[in-house]
């Protein structure tokens, strides 16, 4: 691919848009789907929890969320419009039971108020966040005290084999996140670091390492 292509393809990664983006939100729900349940697994859900996702992409993960319990309610926050759609569009049936809701919002500023939810998780969300540390204190602000969060990533060694990861990406080792995490309200509690087989897009197999840092919230 070209320069040009790359950056397109890194630009859909971060917010999906158009017919392409639907194509693009599609492959990641496939190839995220360990990733994802990972960071679900790890957060340990319980009748009654409030759930938040960032960046939930098409959201067709949703029925794996809710084998754990369907006495949860679900609220996914997105960045791309499109994802928002989709999510709605694929979880009508969990949005009219009241178990799901789906809001959009600029990637700085969360539009929710304080102390809401009991856990948080977010899979390949962290290389497009401006400022980590501040958006790790929003994050602490919308969750109630010693709240769960599964921070979920693919380790840089990973990531850099990638084409398209020079085009806005910020790439980083458990240690780097380790730094941000001192920096911020969150404990960790424990780290879970998986290494799984992936296909990429002309079908070959490699190894990916990804890690969940799974934190609490000591506000």
Do not use: C
Not at 104 to 112: N, S
Not at 179 to 186: C, K
């Amino acid at each position: 691919m070209e320069k040009d292509q790359l950056a397109a393809l890194a630009s859909q990664l971060s917010h999906p848009s158009g017919e392409k983006g639907l194509e693009i939100a599609e492959m990641m729900n496939e190839t995220n789907s360990g990733m994802t349940k990972n960071a679900i697994s790890n957060l340990k859900l319980t009748s009654g929890d409030a759930i938040l996702e960032l960046g939930h992409g098409n959201a067709g993960h949703l029925n794996f969320l809710f084998s754990f319990s369907e006495r949860i309610h679900y609220t996914g926050l997105e960045i791309s419009t499109l994802m928002n759609q989709e999510a709605r569009q694929r979880n009508k049936n969990l949005i009219e039971a009241q178990k799901a809701t789906f809001v959009l919002y600029d990637g700085k500023q969360i539009p929710l108020p304080d102390n809401q939810f009991d856990k948080l998780f977010t899979v390949n969300t962290l290389y497009f966040w401006k400022n980590p540390v501040e958006m790790l204190t929003e994050l602490s602000r919308i969750l109630k005290p010693k709240a769960l969060f599964s921070l979920t990533f693919a380790h840089r060694s990973f990531m850099e084999t990638l084409p398209f990861t020079p085009y806005g990406f910020t790439l980083y080792n458990p240690d780097e996140v380790m730094t941000l995490v001192l920096e911020s309200v969150f404990d960790l509690n424990y780290e879970d670091s998986q290494i799984e087989t992936v296909m990429t897009k002309d079908g070959q197999a490699v190894e990916r390492q990804f890690s969940t840092f799974v934190l609490e919230n000591n506000k």
